[in-house]
């Protein structure tokens, strides 16, 4: 049989078997067994640069890309990632102790979850975890308890709905005004809940974070997003001074699944959300904050 090349680091060797990186993957089934997960490090290193090299050209390197381990998670994964100079967003203690166990620098770790419990926020003021992205005052209350025991000041995010239709399926939308993920802003949630950080004793508000979904092919919604969450940061310098110095975009892109999916080239999303990033900015006299996007 002759062989068929996929794409490039996907394809049929001669035996008719799919391969990859030109391994194949039945003999790979024959080694280690069934069920097996094969992943190419040269294609997730490549997509690594792309987001990084983007960064840095469309942001000036004022920003982090950092890897959703939810999508995977194991120590190599994080070495990987760690090695390609990238974040971590984690969203449980099992993913939190897998970093720490790979040496990732936890400074660059995000951690998520709209239903951390007492010991996983422990660990992360333990391991001194960059940036806790809370979604509730139930989770600040405690954390602030928590750091004051250990006297110590927690560097939180606040998730905000910014009211974003995706257009994706409505199991994966989570950024519109009725979902359980995050404060409103309609309401006048979210900036109560910015003051209530503002007004903790072992509390700091390092910025604002958003995901409007999953598997968005339109870079539209992230472009509206960026621009909702500036003007809410604008609001809130006027209404108490702060100045918050990071918004995490979150991540959400969509890849090809199948053949009739077209997903938007990285470096055309992060060119145009920059564009609306900065151009909102100079309209608000408000300085362009760190940039963080979360890629699964």
């Known amino acids: 049989m002759t062989a068929m090349f996929l794409s490039e680091h996907l394809d ?15 003999a790979l089934a024959e080694e280690y067994g069934t069920p097996l997960y094969v992943m190419s490090e040269a294609a997730i290193r490549e997509n690594c640069r792309l987001y990084q090299r983007s960064m ?42 897998t970093a720490r166990a790979a040496d990732f620098p936890m400074e660059k770790v995000v951690f998520h979850g709209n239903n951390k419990t007492v010991e996983e926020l422990s660990l992360a003021l333990e391991y001194g975890v960059g940036r806790i992205v809370a979604d509730n005052l139930t989770e600040l209350r405690l954390l602030d308890t928590l750091a004051a025991a250990r006297g110590m ?19 994966i939308r989570t950024g519109q005004i009725d979902s359980k993920f995050g404060f409103a802003l309609e309401t006048g949630e979210a900036l109560a809940a910015v003051q209530a950080v503002l007004g903790a004793n072992n509390l700091q508000l390092l910025g604002l ?27 809130i310098c006027r209404e108490t001074g702060a100045v918050l110095p990071e918004l995490n975009l979150g ?38 904050p760190f940039i963080l996007i979360e890629p699964g």
């Open 56 to 97: 840095e050209r469309f942001y000036g390197g004022q920003g982090m890309v950092a890897y959703a381990s939810k999508a995977f998670c194991c120590k190599a994964i994080c070495r990987l990632v760690m090695e390609e100079g990238l974040g971590l967003d984690v969203v449980s203690a099992g993913e939190l102790y």
């Open 209 to 235: 974070h958003c995901h409007i979904g999953s598997q968005i092919f339109d870079i539209e919604p992230f472009c509206h997003a960026a621009k909702v969450m500036l003007e809410f940061m604008g609001l």
């Open 251 to 288: 991540g959400g892109f969509g890849i090809q699944y199948i053949q009739e999916n077209d997903p938007v080239p990285y470096h055309r999303y992060m060119e145009k959300v920059s564009k609306v990033v900065k151009e909102t900015c100079e309209k608000l006299g408000f300085p362009t």
């Open 12 to 26: 049929v060797n001669p035996l008719g078997h799919l391969a990859v990186d030109g391994v194949d993957t039945l």
């Open 153 to 171: 000041k927690a560097s939180v995010m606040l998730r905000v709905k910014p009211g974003i239709d995706a257009h994706t399926h409505s199991f």
